[in-house]
């Protein structure tokens, strides 16, 4: 009697565990739904002081980007980023600096939702910044009229936080005693996906003749903003093939071979799924095409 008393409470501890078991697997399901929802999460600002030092931030090999806040205090923003280092055998130093890269989300996801781009520029041996954009309060992306008129407001609010940005750690670089001296920011690479595109291509568009920066800048199928026509700016852009992009924003044939410039179309490819959350084949080619365009390898025979 004894034993049969025993097996009902190992029956019931073990339904109980069961009960468990699923409640938790549904929880994940959902939290998982929400992200491939796009659901942007409110967060809690970091104090504006709270750039992290170069000892806490993970090295690449580990792929633990460092987060972090910075606040522009003259637009009172404060801007989520993320930083991936470089492997150690990058050999980043004040006296051979390495490059910057600084990456621009789509809208509607978050500047962490690129991790398989930042992690092939950061094996690259960049330092690589993902900005966060859109915050809490700003206005939403216009998807009414003319949009090159009534989304210019968006891509110029962007681009002043990509100024502000690369501002923000050149100044840290030349004050503190970070790990950000062992980098160049004054060759540095934009790379953005659809309205991170556009903002990408307005900065490189107006900025300061006498003090440019931006050496390179690469697209993943924006599809408003004219790309930089500068012979001094490497320009890639990665296409899908569901949208094509509003008239004269490309380099026509004639441009590209000009200038050298490359446009670039993967068959299939849709234009939302230029994300973590894509399939691995598109991840795998949008890989490839970087790292290519990052050695110098890309040749306009391969623009096509």
Same mark, same amino acid.
């Given at each position: ?98 490059? %910057? ?7 509607? +996801? =978050? ?5 398989? /781009? !930042? #992690? ?62 062992q980098f160049n920011f004054n060759d540095v690479t934009l790379i953005g996906h659809s309205n991170g595109g556009d903002i990408s291509a307005w900065l490189a568009n107006n900025q300061d003749e006498d003090n440019g920066y931006i050496t390179r800048i690469i697209t993943l199928d924006h599809r408003r903003v004219p790309l930089p026509r500068d012979e001094n700016i490497s320009v890639l ?11 004269? %924003? ?7 071979? +000009? =200038? ?5 179309? /993967? !068959? #299939? ?36």
């Amino acid at each position: 009697m004894q034993q049969s008393v025993e097996m009902d409470k190992s029956k019931k501890v073990s339904l109980i565990d069961l009960f468990v078991a699923v409640i938790f697997t549904c929880l994940i399901c959902y939290s998982t739904s929400l992200l491939a929802n796009e659901v942007i999460e409110t967060e809690t600002p970091l104090p504006a002081s709270s750039i992290a030092p170069a000892s806490s931030i993970a090295p690449a090999s580990s792929i633990a980007p460092g987060s972090l806040t910075v606040f522009d205090s003259e637009r009172q923003r404060h801007i989520p980023v993320e930083l991936y280092l470089p492997p150690v055998t990058a050999n980043c130093s004040s006296e051979s600096q390495c490059k %910057v890269a600084i990456l621009s989300s789509g809208y509607g +996801l =978050l500047h962490t939702d690129y991790g398989f /781009i !930042a #992690n092939e520029l950061q094996q690259s041996g960049y330092l690589v910044i993902a900005i966060r954009h859109e915050l809490p309060g700003d206005p939403a992306l216009s998807v009414t009229g003319d949009l090159y008129q009534t989304r210019a407001e968006n891509w110029q609010r962007g681009a002043e936080t990509l100024e502000f940005v690369h501002e923000y750690f050149k100044a840290a670089k030349e004050l503190k005693n970070l790990i950000v001296a062992q980098f160049n920011f004054n060759d540095v690479t934009l790379i953005g996906h659809s309205n991170g595109g556009d903002i990408s291509a307005w900065l490189a568009n107006n900025q300061d003749e006498d003090n440019g920066y931006i050496t390179r800048i690469i697209t993943l199928d924006h599809r408003r903003v004219p790309l930089p026509r500068d012979e001094n700016i490497s320009v890639l852009s990665i296409r899908a093939s569901d949208f094509p992009a509003d008239q004269g %924003v490309l380099p026509n044939k004639a441009e590209q071979t +000009l =200038l050298g410039h490359c446009v670039i179309t /993967i !068959a #299939n490819a849709k234009h939302n799924d230029m994300s973590d959350y894509g399939p691995r084949w598109l991840k795998e080619a949008i890989q490839k095409i970087i790292n290519t365009e990052l050695n110098a390898q890309i040749k306009q025979a391969n623009c096509d």
